[in-house]
Structure formats: C-alpha cells, structure tokens
Nanobody, 118 residues
C-alpha cells in the first residue's frame, strides 16, 4: 500500500520558519516528480513547488526565494523548507507524487496544517 505522510506543520509567527517532511512508503518515488501543494480555506489548491528526480525544482512566484524543495531518494522523503513565512502562507500543505513521469499526481498525503500569525 502506497502512503505519503506529511509532518512538520504547526503555528509560527510571521517571519519564522518551518520544515515540512513527506515520508513515502509502499514504492519508490526516486524517478518521478514530486511536489508540494497547498490549499487555504475557500481557495483552490495550488502548486507550491515541484522537483524532479535529478533535483531540478520549480516554484510558485509567491514562494520563490523563501521556500526550498528537496528530496532524499535514499530515504524516499520529500522536504519543504519554508523561511520568512507570511500570514498568506497559512494553508493545509499536501505532498504529492506522480505514478509515472509526466502523469498526473496520483498519490497524495493527508495534509499538514501550517498557520502563520501576524
């Protein structure tokens, strides 16, 4: 059974930092893209950052230069380092993985809440 389990969310003041982790099990994701999405109340889910197996990453404009996505293919784990957090970063953050390269994101975690207070 494939599982993605996020951790590391919480409450932080504006300007602070958090590091999210996503531990994958059930299969290896080392050769497919993985990503972090987020969804704030009343808003659509949005892509925050994605990363391919070689480490090349893409970021939403709203988080560029503040967030860093990384992956440890040996540990089958995805990370999101979030710095200089803003109240507008408040959302449930989800990790996701494609089943095969170029497919939709087929595997999703349960989400972890990030709340940034002003």
């Amino acid at each position: 059974q494939v599982q993605l389990v996020e951790s590391g969310g919480g409450l932080v003041q504006a300007g602070g930092s958090l590091r999210l982790s996503c531990a994958a099990s059930g299969r290896t994701f080392s050769i497919v893209p993985m990503a972090w999405f987020r969804q704030a109340p009343g808003q659509q889910r949005e892509l925050v950052a994605s990363i391919i197996s070689g480490g090349s990453a893409h970021y939403a404009d709203s988080v560029k230069d503040r967030f860093t996505i990384s992956r440890d293919n040996v540990k089958n784990t995805l990370y999101l380092q979030m710095n200089i957090l803003k109240p507008e970063d408040t959302a449930v953050y989800y990790c996701a993985a494609q089943s095969v390269w170029g497919s939709e994101y087929a595997y999703w975690g349960q989400g972890t809440q990030v709340t940034v207070s002003s």
